[in-house]
């Protein structure tokens, strides 16, 4: 028996810009307009766009799938028609199984309806018996931490905990396919941090997931593969880190100028040691690689590398002058090369790369790179602030020591 559970086969969707239609005058002419043209399905009339076109991926039982891009590539659009909420334009799809949804925060929800009522009436919809509700009451309601409130109207709840509820309910229905969309991101880090452990303990059940997260480290964290989404068609997929490399590269690196600049950096590369790389564990060790070229005579050149987090605040800098690199000279065309070698021993988050090229020794710039390069740092521990310190603690009671030193915060490879 095949182990495929999901399928899409050359998939595609169309929807509509707006109403087309004012009134019920204008609507039934063009109804029957429909009717006696016979227009083919892969046609577009006035005002309708592709949303999808042509997708086409399968995923097997116990994988891990996440789909990326920007805003608008589709990716709703494709755990929608997974969902069956809606139908396909062309092609085939096909899911084997139980299948339970987190889509849209507050989905299936009614909000006069008590967190206890909603919790019936969603598990309902997921396909669970009420006894079966009943049975798993209990942990619902402990894993959503909504203890306090669960017998308010869910019109009072917040978004977070609307999407405590939701995926609580989700994650209980025991499901062959478990189908996650952004609404995570409304949740705080701790509950976040407890939904990926309850995804890899789905995962670890032989259930499969698809996950739709902006959040790259969770992706890099829960996914083997990626499918990377741009404008309704799939434009890579592959192993997460490859794409999520790729992605970054394409989508979110700024562009860089450089006319009329007399040296600039004409490449930035991060790497592992297997090779280029954009993931990374705390506290693994990452290289730089950076390149600067001439476009004319230049002397006494140093460069500086510098790691941001999202917020654009600087967490570490340094440089080739006070790593002891004598400063270089470069003639128009030649480039010069170099490498960083860092420990990355930061929390889990986002940092971005800056370059720059400067005069030794007047205060000259000659480049500026923004957003040089992204890395995304991974840990499994609740690591809080920027870097990661690798804390240990050791307990003392009224008479001394009453318990041995504790296992650091440090992943084990």
């Known amino acids: 028996m095949s182990d495929i559970v999901l399928a899409m086969d050359r998939v595609s969707k169309k929807f509509r810009k707006g109403e087309l239609h ?4 204008d609507l039934i002419p063009a109804m029957i307009g429909r009717l006696t043209r016979h227009r083919p399905p892969e046609a577009l009339r006035d005002r ?14 116990g994988e891990a799938l996440a789909i990326i891009g920007r805003n608008g590539a589709g990716k709703s659009t494709i755990l929608k028609l997974l969902a069956g909420i809606m139908q396909p334009t062309l092609g085939r799809m096909a899911v084997h199984g139980r299948l339970s949804a987190l889509i849209e925060v507050g989905a299936g929800f009614h909000p006069d309806l008590t967190g206890r009522e909603n919790i019936f009436l969603n598990g309902t919809i997921l396909g669970m018996s ?6 798993k009451f209990d942990g619902i309601v402990g894993f959503s931490g909504l203890e306090e409130f669960i017998d308010t109207p869910v019109k009072r709840y917040s978004s977070g ?14 499901p062959d396919v478990l189908i996650v969309d952004e609404v995570l991101s409304v949740g705080d880090f701790v509950f976040q941090r407890k939904c990926l452990e309850k995804m890899n303990a789905v995962l670890q059940s032989g259930a499969t997931i698809i996950f739709v997260s902006h959040d790259l480290r969770a992706v890099a964290e829960l996914c083997s593969r990626t499918l990377l989404l741009d404008r309704g068609r799939i434009a ?11 992605y970054l590269g394409t989508a979110l690196r700024r562009e860089h100028l450089v006319e009329g600049k007399d040296a600039y950096l004409s490449r930035v590369c991060v790497r592992n040691a297997s090779g280029e ?9 990452a290289w730089l690689d950076l390149e600067v070229t001439a476009t004319t005579d230049v002397t006494r050149l140093a460069i500086v590398v510098q790691l941001c987090a999202n917020d654009e605040y600087g967490v570490f800098d340094t440089s ?9 000279s470069l003639h128009a065309g030649e480039t010069f090369r170099c490498r960083f070698e860092l420990e990355l021993h930061l929390a889990r988050g986002t940092y971005h790369v800056e370059g720059y090229v400067h005069r030794y020794d007047i205060d000259r710039q000659y480049d500026h790179w923004h957003q040089a390069a992204t890395i995304l740092v991974t840990t499994t521990q609740d690591v809080r602030g920027v870097v990661n310190l690798y ?7 009224p008479t001394g020591l009453t318990s041995s030193e504790l296992t650091p915060w440090r992943e084990i490879h």
Not at 161 to 174: E, I, K, S, T
Not at 240 to 246: A, G, L, M, N, V
């Open 391 to 397: 804390p240990k603690v050791t307990a003392f009671g």
């Open 320 to 328: 080739t002058e006070r790593l002891g690199l004598d400063p270089f």
């Open 22 to 25: 004012d009134s019920l005058r």
């Open 236 to 246: 890579a997929a592959g192993p997460s880190d490859e794409i999520i490399r790729q």
């Open 277 to 285: 790389a954009s993931t990374f564990r705390s506290g693994e060790k």
């Open 48 to 61: 309708e766009f592709w949303a999808l076109q042509d997708v086409s991926f399968e995923v097997h039982r």
């Open 130 to 135: 009420r006894e079966e509700i009943r049975r």
């Open 161 to 174: 905990m609307f999407a405590r509820l939701g995926f609580a309910v989700a994650a209980h229905v025991d």
